[in-house]
T-cell receptor, first 117, second 116 residues
């Protein structure tokens, strides 16, 4: 149980275009989803926290107009990188917290490798 | 503000040897502590967690960790490692579960390299 999927697993896009990454909780309802960014050989950096039906809370330094997050249902959150540039190339990982008595455990997706050329 | 420090960026060890990956945290309130493992180009897998109760926590793959409140540490140990344990290991802390929605703060990671 508690499986989180991400789609696509990797994507290459041209500079200036936008790309959408989906994060789904497959067998549970996720009240909260988190989006992280990870550069090579580095730790995970939390970008934003999203709760179903409300606006995402962005961490300091993360451009909310560039990284659009939508959490339209209890099983789906999307991250859209708008007007992507090479410096946005990174590994993006989402996680989800289960609705109910155990909100403290996050289940992680397999990640999406974004390369902007 | 809470923070997590993993004291070793790389730990090389021979197969079947014991290993300890060190993690210290700082926080002004009670915390919940986690260890995750990440294999190349994959997401994170939970190894173990400390929420309350016994300070010695056992996880998957033969790993265990001990919560030491006075030293604010949560070191990860395994008595005998395998080649397959080669991966990146992350320590993470969460405080204010309901206030912050369980937000996790990660350490910098420790690369465990098991050699034959």
């Amino acid at each position: 149980g508690a499986v989180v999927s991400q789609h696509p697993s990797w994507v290459i896009c041209k500079s200036g275009t936008s790309v959408k990454i989906e994060c789904r909780s497959l067998d549970f309802q996720a009240t909260t989803m988190f989006w992280y960014r990870q550069f090579p050989k580095q730790s995970l950096m939390l970008m934003a926290t999203s709760n179903e039906g409300s606006k995402a809370t962005y961490e300091q330094g993360v451009e909310k107009d560039k990284f659009l997050i939508n959490h339209a249902s209890l099983t789906l959150s999307t991250l859209t990188v708008t007007s992507a540039h090479p410096e946005d190339s990174s590994f993006y990982i989402c996680s989800a917290s289960e609705t109910g008595p155990r909100p403290y455990e996050q289940y992680f997706g397999p990640g999406t490798r974004l390369t902007v050329t | 503000a809470q923070s997590v420090t993993q004291l070793d960026s790389q730990v090389p060890v021979f197969e079947e040897a014991p290993v300890e990956l060190r993690c210290n945290y700082s926080s002004s309130v009670s915390v919940y502590l986690f260890w995750y493992v990440q294999y190349p180009n994959q997401g994170l897998q939970l190894l173990l967690k400390y929420l309350s109760g016994s300070t010695l926590v056992k996880g998957i793959n033969g790993f265990e960790a001990e919560f030491n409140k006075s030293q604010t540490s949560f070191h990860l140990r395994k008595p005998s490692v395998h080649i397959s344990d080669t991966a990146e290991y992350f320590c993470a802390v969460s405080e204010g579960i309901y206030n912050q929605g369980g937000k996790l703060i990660f350490g910098q990671g420790t690369e465990l390299s098991v050699k034959p």
